[in-house]
């Protein structure tokens, strides 16, 4: 690359503020030439008759007994899906490509935080599934008994995952960068019989002890009578005679013999901690059938894979949702190629995603708004250190995308080339929901766009009658797709009434509030606990958020509602600023003025504080409950989710006591 050739900061940040006016942006021609889906019929042909349409899509799959039944749904909100077929995740993901010639294909570049490489082929991971299958089975895990893991972003997680899914027991993974209270619980309300998990999880070019501190509570689990332990760092640690096992010597000795076990489309396939608004987690539970072929078809449909062609990378990790989806079933079940990565974004530098783009040519990258945001903050010399030209498809989760970073992703990562496929969906959903078919879809910055083929979304009021557009409203799904939770672990009750008390028992209520414009676009604003009212008017911190990112000197903020004597609520905003700069009382009026513009003089923040960091949880959501907690006085509520513990401590001296 010729370094002469790139544009400065200050070429992009012109060049991007001009594109801030541009609203539309379709699909590139020479994307859309080689795009498998080029045209909008599919919509139509979904919409005719959305359960024959969902049961071709799950022809893509192996069965080993075709279903009787495409759809159950005498008992909604409990729904069935392809009743009575038979079918294994792991034989989807693996021996069907291996038994097709293709087990030398790589399944996972894998890459180390210390920069160690390992290519894991699709043969290497069936072997090693079959071999941790007859591990498990040997330890008296049978087809329902759930098994916990709580691994790093190595390759032996997709293996611990895929072992459990050969023979039926569900897993519960608990995200690497978990506390072991939250471990703790998760087995608990699970009754997990067994454990894989590590020696010691590197961070940073530190390591922390994990088996140490997994030990520290398994006394108080009893249901755990097995714990699996991948030498990660090789550290000494403390085995317990007859309950835990060295990973490499259990697996070592084990058969490689083990047939996938033929289950019932609607057999548990996970568990999957959610953090809701209230203290508990919530277990969502996935089956079998439904969720793959939901799975499956958005993976290769709004990521236009090719295999033979395409590299992909998620950067999730695969303790959410994300990772299930698309790090382990979605990319193994289309036999792609993907990227795992074990480390940090800025480790050892801040260009170690683009290195990992430009060494394994990656051509379909997926990631998280607040990543862009941090990557922006950090400035495009780390991206222009390293060739991007084999991407071709950008995409998006986990909150709303504010058009600024949208515009800077796709110009700065995506070179103008690549569409930006923002996906909007849930830990609950399973499977991606709206979200731009790629060749098809004109895209809307800030907008997830439009509901996928087969899937009902609506903007209701709280009757359950469709919005005006561009009038804010719930966001509800309609119609039943294969990959939607089936229910809460052990907690039917908590199911119904969580998502289809709202309205009816075939009506799913999300919990984000949204707008849909005209043209039918879906714009999210973001949860409906996280609505501020002031004055009476009804406001998502999310929307207030992105306008005050939006002004060229913030790179980021976090907005709640404080108590106040006038109007109710008042709009408090965390601000970090774009590099070095010093907030001043001439930038307040800056920011407050830009929000009065973007959204009105009722959006404008009261109360700004200056910060360098916010709350959030591992995932990157802003956690504004503790904002809320340290702007009223309150002690502070469960941190156990927070990424850096730090951040609270530097908060609290921003209010008096008076203040609150
Ligand atoms: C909530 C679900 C799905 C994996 C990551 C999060 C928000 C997610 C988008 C998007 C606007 C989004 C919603 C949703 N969200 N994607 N593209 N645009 N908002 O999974 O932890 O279950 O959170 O994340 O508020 O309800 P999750």
Not at 167 to 176: D, K, L, R, S
Not at 178 to 192: C, G, I, T
Request: negative net charge; hydrophobic residues 40%.
């Amino acid at each position: 690359m010729e370094a002469t050739t790139k544009p400065s900061a200050e070429q992009i940040e012109r060049e991007l503020a001009e594109l801030l006016e541009k609203e539309t942006f379709e699909p590139p021609a020479a994307f859309r030439e080689t795009a498998l889906i080029a045209n909008d019929s599919v919509y139509d042909e979904a919409a005719r008759d959305p359960q024959a349409w969902w049961a071709t899509q799950a022809e893509a799959l192996d069965w080993f007994e075709t279903w009787d039944r495409v759809l159950d749904d005498s008992d909604a909100p409990f729904f069935k899906w392809f009743v009575g077929g038979k079918l294994n995740a792991s034989h989807n993901c693996l021996d069907r490509h291996v038994e097709a010639g293709r087990g030398d294909k790589v399944a996972f570049h894998w890459r180390g935080e210390e920069g160690e490489e390992r290519d894991v082929t699709y043969a290497d991971l069936l072997r090693d599934v079959k071999r941790l299958a007859n591990v498990l089975k040997d330890r008296g895990i049978e087809p329902g008994d759930v098994v916990g893991i709580y691994l790093p972003m190595i390759p032996e997680v997709a293996v611990a995952m895929l072992a459990c899914a050969r023979i039926g027991a569900p897993h519960n993974v608990v995200f690497g960068g978990f506390a072991p209270d939250a471990v703790k619980e998760r087995m608990e309300f699970s009754e997990a019989k067994a454990l894989i998990t590590v020696d010691q999880a590197r961070r940073k070019g530190k390591s922390a002890d994990i088996k140490p501190a997994v030990d520290e509570f398994l006394d108080e689990v009893p249901s755990v009578e097995t714990v699996i332990v991948v030498q990660n760092t090789g550290a000494d640690v403390p085995m317990r005679e007859g309950r835990d096992l060295f990973y490499d010597e259990a697996i070592e000795s084990a058969s490689e013999d083990c047939p996938a076990e033929p289950l019932d489309a609607e057999h548990p396939l996970y568990v999957l901690y959610s953090s809701g608004s209230t203290a508990k987690p919530k277990g969502i539970l996935h089956t079998t059938g439904g969720y793959l072929t939901g799975v499956a078809w958005t993976q290769k449909y709004v990521f236009d894979l090719k295999p033979d062609e395409d590299v992909f990378w998620c950067s999730a990790d695969v303790g959410w949702v994300t990772g299930h989806s698309y790090i382990v079933y979605g990319p193994l079940m289309n036999g792609v190629t993907s990227v795992m990565y074990e480390g940090a974004p800025d480790y050892p530098d801040k260009d170690i995603w683009w290195q990992l783009i430009e060494r394994h040519g990656v051509t379909v990258f997926y990631t998280a708004p607040t990543a862009i945001r941090a990557c922006m903050k950090w400035g495009v010399e780390y991206p222009q250190r390293h060739d991007l030209s084999s991407l071709r498809l950008l995409g998006t989760v986990g909150e709303p995308i504010n058009p600024k970073a949208w515009l800077w992703y796709w110009k700065v990562i995506g070179g103008g080339r690549c569409p930006i496929v923002d996906t909007w969906w849930q830990t609950e959903t399973g499977q991606i929901m709206i979200s731009p078919l790629p060749g098809v879809t004109t895209a809307k910055p800030g907008s997830a766009t439009l509901p996928l083929p087969g899937i009902d979304a609506a903007v209701l009021d709280e009757d359950g009658n469709e919005t005006p557009a561009d009038e804010q409203g719930l966001l509800a799904l309609r119609r039943t797709w294969p990959g939607m939770l089936r229910t809460l672990f052990r907690d039917p009750d908590r199911y119904r009434e969580t998502y289809f008390s709202k309205w009816d028992e075939r009506t799913y209520f999300v919990g984000d509030a949204a707008r849909r414009d005209a043209d039918g676009y879906f714009w999210i604003v973001g949860r409906v606990d996280d609505v501020v009212n002031v004055s009476g008017h009804r406001l998502s911190t999310a929307e207030v958020e992105s306008a005050i990112v939006s002004h060229p000197r913030v790179a980021e903020a976090a907005v709640i509602g404080q108590r106040d004597e006038d109007t109710g609520q008042a709009i408090c905003a965390f601000v970090i600023l774009e590099g070095d700069l010093e907030g001043s009382a001439e930038l307040e009026r800056e920011v407050r003025e830009h929000v009065a513009q973007r959204i009105g003089k009722l959006a404008r923040p009261k109360r700004i504080i200056w910060t360098a960091d916010v709350p959030k949880t591992r995932s990157g959501k802003i956690m504004r409950r503790l904002l809320r907690d340290i702007a009223e006085g309150r002690e502070l509520g469960d941190v156990t989710t927070l990424r850096e513990p730090g951040v609270m401590k530097d908060l609290e001296g921003k209010f008096s006591e008076d203040e609150r």
